[in-house]
């Protein structure tokens, strides 16, 4: 893949497979710290979605790591190099390593779409013509061959995009950043995009750090996830084992647009002490979630219980289960039974409380 | 209007059209890039460097706050060390490019200044240098604002070179003042104003139509 730059310096063998290394990153501007202690390791080959609300300090981390700021203390590693304390001018062939896309584009309005693509390459020296000719080859994997003569003005916004990621291919980097890229775009175009950045991913087996501060984003490409919020890591593991468990209050909130949750207007009549019913969550995944659950359940419960709520979701070929249900409180051992029930196939069973009203 | 007049006409503009092109010319030169140091070395710039910026910023509203008329003369050793001699339209040339120079510097830092940051740090993330930003990023995303500011310098210094009559360097504005309005002359008064709207018309139209042209945004 690599024949246009070499490695700055071979990795070390302890740090082979890793692209990106944090340790212990603090970033500070006046009071606030941005950063305070990020640690963290992007594997090769892996797409690392880094999720956070804004002001987490999501732009911050992922600027760092082409030296676009600077950290205060801590360590970067970038390909086994510390990058950390570099000059402006030590960072720069280092930057050629590291394709980045952002939110707005920043496509050059005074140039073609083709003039773009090839900018990484004219900074690299490279001749017009070979320029010309890996822009062409970048535009026809992003499907925009057409568009080489075009200015980004006449564009749409996924469009854009997908410039953008031509742009950032162009010098055949190790790793590439992305900055919030599908936050401008409509839910059909970002789909798009991801496909796009997933299919290149598996192509290229290019290293992709994408920050986001939607959930959706890294559902639907990332391998691993990272949750960060006030300028730490707080959560961080493989996307559906974070989705199917969630530690964080914060990841469970990021998540909640994602996940069933128990309807408003139940949640609002549940009362802790006593009701008709008491409502349960129950959270599965991996094969466990696969098996006939419900048929097992009623067949071993001589009362019946009552689905409420929930369903079965897919992410990275792994079914994550997340079911509300209402067993009856009258019998007072029953809540229990099931509780145990579904422990032992697995589950992670809640008590939410109980229904004051059931129709 | 006599055939003589019609002449001191001709002469006039093309006078005019020395001078404003002439100093037009050396204010680009030399204007944008003091207005690239100036947005450059400004806070969160390319190359920030606040005490430079400072003494950029003092010497250009120094140069921007002497009438030029009061230039005009002040410059006329400068004037005659450069030319050779403090009189006609190429000694005018001096003051007129020393005083179009900060202003247009002044008019190029707005545009500059205008350039998305993102940008810039695109062309960063990418590995370029400085020079790399000033030649691929400020100067050709900025270019239709230098453009139309470098119009606006022209027009400007049509009408300052009739000043410098009072060296004796010729032009519309000159013979306006001395033939139109010494001698009672309304016909050449009223010629010299034609000729000046057509000219001035005729800059903003060029300068307009380039930018048109350069604006893909």
Redo the contacts between chains.
Sequence with gaps: MNSVVSAPTAAPPATAGEVVRLTSVKRRFGTTPALDGVSLTVRKGEILGIIGRSGAGKSTLIRCL?G?EQADSGEIHIEGRNITGLT??D??????R???I?Q?F??????TVEENVA??L???GLGKAERLKRAAELLDLVGLADKAKA???SLSGGQKQRVGIA?ALA?RPALL?SDEATSALDPETTRSILVLLKDINRKLGLTILLITHEMEVVRSVADRVAVIDAGRIVEEGQVWSVFADPQAPITRSLLSGIRPQLPDYIAARLSPVSGVEQILSIDMAGPAAQGALFADLSQALPQSFRLVHGGIDHIQNQPVARFFIAVPASDAALPEKVRNFLKARGARVEVLGYDTDHA | MTPIMLELLFRSLWETIVMTGASGIISLAAGLPLGLALVATSRGGIAEKPWLNSVLGAIVNGFRSVPFIILLVALIPLTRLIVGTALGTWAAIVPLAIAATPYYARIAEVSLREVDRGLIDAVRAMGGNRWTIIREVLVPEALPGIIAGFTVTLVTLVGASAMAGAIGAGGLGDLAIRYGYQRFETTVMIAVVIVLIILVCGIQWLGDRLVARLDHK
């Design positions: 082409n676009l402006e001018k960072l720069q062939p280092l930057r050629r590291i394709g980045m952002f707005h920043n496509l050059l309005s005074a140039k900018l990484p004219k900074i690299e200015y980004p003005s742009r010098a950043l």
